[in-house]
């Protein structure tokens, strides 16, 4: 069964820097496969944030290109994302999955709340 654990949010000031981690247990193939980082705001559809393949290439969405980075360690079977400048709309709540097409392959797992307010 595969598990995936989300941590590292909080509350920050606009302007700020979090680092969140994913942490993925169970019978996944981590390595080969691409993993990425979603979020959803109050009220809002769940979004994607960025990706990262197995070969190191990333994409990101418009709206955080340049201040999100997002990266993985295969043996920890963890995926990170670094958010810098943080924005009062950046504030939601966190996920890590892997994208199959337009779906994801496994169950969601509980997210972690970010929330950037003064």
């Known amino acids: 069964q595969v598990q995936l654990v989300e941590s590292g949010g909080g509350l920050v000031q606009p302007g700020g820097s979090l680092r969140l981690s994913c942490a993925a247990s169970g019978s996944i193939f981590f390595a080969i496969r691409t993993v990425g980082w979603y979020r959803q705001a109050p009220g809002k559809r769940r979004e994607s944030v960025a990706a990262?393949?197995?070969?190191?290439?990333?994409n990101y969405a418009d709206s955080v290109k340049g201040r999100f980075t997002i990266s993985r360690d295969n043996a920890k079977k963890t995926v990170f994302l670094q958010m810098n400048s943080l924005e009062p709309e950046d504030t939601a709540v966190y996920y890590c999955?892997?994208?199959?097409?337009?779906?994801?392959?496994?169950?969601w797992g509980q997210g972690t709340q970010v929330t950037v307010s003064s």
């Open positions: 999955n892997f994208p199959s097409g337009d779906a994801v392959r496994f169950a």
């Open positions: 990262i393949t197995r070969d190191g290439n990333t």
